[in-house]
Each structure stands twice: as C-alpha cells, then as structure tokens.
C-alpha cells in the first residue's frame, strides 16, 4: 500500500524475509551470535577481545560480520594495543589523515566530544569513500559514554539495494560516483596544504552500486558525506539520485541501533553498512576509538 500524497509506502517489506529467515539460525562453534535487527546486527558473547584469538575464532568472527554486517561485544575493557591488536587479525590498517590517532598508536583515530569540541558525524555514510580503496570495515571501541544519547545507528545497504523498484535498478547498472574528501573535511586541511592532500588523494571513482567482494551481494555505495557527483551525468540530475539512493538508509526497516556502554566494541563491515552517530548528548562527554581495516577497490 502507498500513501502517494507522502509517498509513504506502507505494510511489510516482503524482501527482507529471506534473509531474515538465513540469520535466525546462527551456527557457530566457538562464538556465541544473537541475531538483533531484520538482517543487520548480532551482539557477540563468549569471546575475550583482551586475549590472543585461536584462528578458529578469528575465522568465526569474520563469518558472523559477512552474514550480520555488524558485531557487538559488550564487556571489552582492551588496551588500545589490544584493540589494534584484535584489528590487525582482519587485515592491514588505514592511518586516516584528517582526525587525530591516539597519541601512542596512530592506528586509532580518536572521537573526543565534549562541551568544547561537538559531535559532526550525525549523517549517514560510509567510511573514507574517498579513498581509492576504502575501509574493509572499522572496529570501534567506547571509552567514555554518555548516561543517554550518542547511539550508532546502521543501515544495511543490501536490503536497501533489494526494495529499490526495477526501472531504478536498470537506471543505475553500470553508473560509477566520483567521491571527494573535499565534502566533509575541506575545513581540516592545514592551510596551505590544499594542493598536496588533493595530489594525495585525488577524487576516487567508484560504481554507484558495488558487489561485495565475499558475500556477493549488491550494494548501494554512494552517500552524501563523500560522493560528490555521478559520472557523465547532469549536476543537478546526479545530485538527485545520491539522494534517493543514499537516502535508503533512513528505512526503519534497514537499520540496527547499537546503544553504547562503556567497553563495548563494535565491528561493522564497510561494504556492506552505512552508519549515522546520533549527536543528541551535549554537553556530555563521548570519548571512542577506532580502528579501520584496508579493504579492495569497489567493483
């Protein structure tokens, strides 16, 4: 049913199902998995982030982010050697040149909020698009929480892929997006530095829809934070369709929320998720760090 007035479209969305039913049923040997959102999100129990992981493990826990798209471990107190430590077992990884590391591992970009320094992620997109070949997935670990507020919030931009109508899908086959850092982090370029960071990092052409490299599933890969316009396409007309696309990830039914307590460590896949920091705790204290992991270029 459709509410054309609105264009609010109502009643169940059938093509969930499916993959609702796969993820229901987790088999794993030695991690725990509870399912939590439709077809993203599962919390993670019987697994110490602090010790030195049995490959076995490891591999389980890669299996779980490939089917749930993000993992939550609750009661994570690692050191941030651990938490590289832990990051590293996925791959190489990214030091991000705009926001500040950990003073001791550069790895870790921290997220320091507070009464002087406000939150600027509540929007959603995927990581470092920007880059040639963007994150694999990142691995966030919350230091200091408020008592309320300053959730994440993810979209599973495969489902979104899926509920778009034929004719959109035929539009946008075979349609690339050039994506910039210019966007989001124009103002955090040391001044005089402009020419070097866009030889650094030229503007990045990526589909428009990726296949994951793994799963194989289509993906929408565009967002508002870094996709600046599609390609061989009208200014005005490309700007609409980031729109829409990117606008996928505001279906209820798309996303998992994760409320944060202190220690808790989150692992989303890239690829496959879009995410939004809800910047509703000022002037309370948000203090996370994160680490991201090399992925492949978007085909």
Known sequence: MRIDRYGLDLGPWLHLADERARLARP???HIDVTP???TVGA???GVDLQSDLADEVTAEIRQALLDYKVLVF???PITPAQHVAFARRFGELEIHPFITGNSEHPELVRFEKGVDTGGFENGWHHDVTWREVPSMGAILHAIQVPATGGDTLFSDMGAAY???DDAVKERIDGLFAVHDFMLAFKHQVPEGKMEEFRARYPQARHPVVCTHPETGRK???VNCYFTSHIDEMDESEGVDLIRHLAGQANVVEYQFRVRWEPDTVVFWDNRSVQHYAASDYYPD???MERAS???TRPA
Request: glycine share 20%; hydrophobic share 45%.
């Open 27 to 29: 088999s794993f040997r």
């Open 74 to 76: 609750r009661g994570q």
């Open 162 to 164: 899926d509920g778009l």
């Open 43 to 45: 919390e993670v129990g």
């Open 293 to 295: 992991i090399v992925g």
């Open 219 to 221: 993906l929408i890969f």
């Open 285 to 287: 204290v948000r203090i």
């Open 36 to 38: 939590q959102g439709a």
